[in-house]
Structure formats: structure tokens, C-alpha cells
């Protein structure tokens, strides 16, 4: 697969508006009089080819920003601060620099980024409207996109990465099943902005999947979510614990969801791994110093930064690329 990345010029929408290119300055400066028919074709040519003024200080023709914008949800996540560090120094010998921005859901955040004109992108982001992703593609930006959901009709360009995310989950409830553990309970994130997952979600998924195909029992009950916050997730795992709803297992979607239900579970005088059994994911430095320590799921963090500035790379300077697939490790403590 290859593309083009080719920036939509001034040039563009003059031939696209059937206009000279003095005419589309002169109404994207409103400083000149035009006449009304030529405008209404600029004004569309212009919408139709999504083109936006150059509003940073590199005006000089065929000149690149050098610079990568990678878009997440959680930009203070340890996760994508050490995806972030080795995609850097990828970047870096490439000679491009990586911005971390945190995702808003807007039109005027897409305007944005579009008008910075920045090289490529870089999304890992559940979150983040799939029609967005198609609006920078529109745009002619090099867009990777690190896999966490299933999308539906993205971009033939557009970049994918699987780091792993469904089978790395898979491998946490083999692994409880494997333990003899039969109730187990996934925690999902929380979000102050009714972000939930669903089965577009691959960890999510994943556990519905696996859970479903190693026969057994799942309903709604397995699995917390909606929560606002780390104390309703706390509060939430002590009232499941409490219930009627016997569990000897619990997955978090991630190290510090694990790490909340290991508490919860604690405070209730659980005994860990014998009444209840934990896995993580990620690896962070928190599951090495949890009591006991974390079983969790390691992503090749090194391998898959490196290899998303390679292919934006290629991307950028209009090379062929092939999608990727990494598989994750499982890395087993005395939390099972």
C-alpha cells in the first residue's frame, strides 16, 4: 500500500474553482473585491479539498514542519509516556520532533491540527471520533494509528498497528482459567466523560470473546464499568465483592484498575492470590510494587515506537508500507 501525500495548495482550489490563484488570495484574505459566483466556487473548492491556510511561520514552498503530533486519551498515562520516549528517539534521527497532545472531540480540535500543517499523526486513542480520523486522512496527513478498537470504514492510507491489545487479554483469562478460576470480573475504565468501552473496544472484547469460548458463565455481572472515578471503582469492586456474585478472579484493563480491585478486595479482608486472583496490563513500575506483586501483560513498547516512525516515515516521503502486528508477553507474580 502507498500514498501520496501531497498538501492542498492555493494552486489546488484555484484549478479546482476554475479560478486564477490571485482570486482564491484574494478571498481568503476578504481584502479585494470578488465577484460573487468566482467566491461561492472558491468558498466550496475550499471545503471540498479541505484546505486551510498555512498559519505557521513556515510559508516557504515545499518546505516540511518536521513535526509529529501523536493524539491519546490520557496523556499523563505511564503507558503512553514510554511509547512516547521511544517513538522520540526515532523521530529524532528521522529529524522530526513528537508533540503529545490529549484528545478533544471537536471540530475546532481538527481544525487545528490541520492548519499546523504537521507532517503525520499518530493516534491511540479509544475515544477519538472515527469520523475525525477521516477528515485529517481527507486532509492528506500521514495518519498511524495504534490499534485499541475496531474501526469501520477507515481509510484505505491510513496507517494500523495491532500491538496486541485482544490477544494480550485473551492470554490474561486463559491464564485465571488455567488457575482454576471460574467467577472472574473485568474492571473497565473509568471516565468523567461517559467514555466506556463497548465491544468495539479490543481488550474489552477480548474478554467477552475468551470468557464466552472457554464456556463460561457471563452476563453483565462480570464486568464493572461506567464508574466516574478510582473511589466509585473502589466502591464498586467492595459492593460486587459483597454480593451474591461469588469471584476468584479480576482483570483490570489496566496496572492501576488491578491495583484499585487489589485494595478493594484487601479491605474486605480477601487474601490475595488465595480468595482472589489479579492480573494487570501494561507492566507499569506500579505492578512491581504492589504486595503482592502484579501479574500483568507486557507491550513491546521499544519494538512498536520504533516501527510507528518508521512507517510514517515512509508514509510521508510517499514509500509503500505494510500494516503491523506485535504479540504481547504475560508475565506472571504472586498476585496469581
Known amino acids: 500500500m502507498g500514498a501520496s501525500f501531497k498538501r492542498v495548495s492555493r494552486a489546488d482550489v484555484a484549478r479546482h474553482a476554475g479560478v486564477s490563484e490571485t ?8 481584502n479585494r473585491y470578488v ?3 468566482k467566491r461561492e466556487r472558491v468558498e466550496q473548492a475550499i471545503r471540498e479539498l479541505h484546505y486551510l491556510p498555512n498559519n505557521s511561520a513556515r510559508a516557504l514552498k515545499g518546505k ?14 505511564e503507558h503512553f509516556g514510554r511509547i512516547i520516549a521511544e517513538m522520540d528517539q526515532s523521530a529524532y534521527e528521522y529529524g522530526y520532533l513528537v508533540s503529545l497532545v490529549s484528545n478533544r472531540n471537536n471540530d475546532a480540535f481538527i481544525s487545528h491540527i490541520i492548519s499546523r500543517q504537521v507532517d503525520g499523526i499518530v493516534i491511540s486513542s479509544i475515544s477519538f471520533s472515527e469520523k475525525y480520523i477521516n477528515q485529517l486522512a481527507e486532509a492528506n496527513i500521514p495518519i498511524v494509528l495504534l490499534m485499541n478498537r475496531e474501526y469501520h470504514q477507515l481509510p484505505p492510507q491510513v496507517g494500523k498497528i495491532d500491538t496486541g491489545l485482544y490477544d494480550g487479554m485473551c492470554d490474561c483469562v486463559n491464564h485465571l482459567y488455567a488457575k482454576k478460576r471460574r467467577k472472574i470480573l473485568y474492571i473497565d475504565r473509568y471516565s468523567k466523560n461517559n467514555n466506556f468501552s463497548n465491544m468495539e473496544d479490543l481488550r474489552y472484547r477480548a474478554f467477552v470473546e475468551q470468557m464466552q469460548r472457554l464456556g463460561l458463565e457471563f452476563s453483565a455481572q462480570n464486568i464493572i464499568t461506567g464508574c466516574q472515578d478510582e473511589n466509585e471503582v473502589f466502591e464498586r469492586v467492595r459492593s460486587v465483592l459483597q454480593s451474591e456474585f461469588l469471584v476468584d478472579g479480576i482483570i483490570g484493563r489496566n496496572d492501576s484498575l488491578a491495583c484499585i480491585a487489589m485494595e478493594a478486595a484487601k479491605s474486605l479482608g480477601k487474601i490475595i492470590p488465595q480468595d482472589i ?22 507491550i513491546q513498547r521499544d519494538k512498536i515506537g520504533q516501527a510507528t516512525i518508521e512507517m510514517l516515515h515512509k508514509m510521508i516521503t510517499g514509500q509503500q508500507i505494510e500494516n503491523l502486528k506485535f504479540t504481547t508477553r504475560l508475565i506472571e507474580r504472586h498476585s496469581t
Do not use: H
Open 35 to 37: 465577484d460573487k459566483t
Open 64 to 77: 516540511r514542519s518536521n513535526q509529529i503530533i501523536f493524539i491519546a486519551d490520557k496523556i499523563s498515562n
Open 277 to 298: 486472583a489479579l492480573v494487570g496490563f501494561d507492566n507499569s513500575s506500579l505492578s512491581r510494587y504492589t504486595e503482592p506483586q502484579l501479574t500483568t501483560v507486557e
Open 23 to 30: 482570486i482564491v488570495s484574494y478571498v481568503l484574505n476578504n
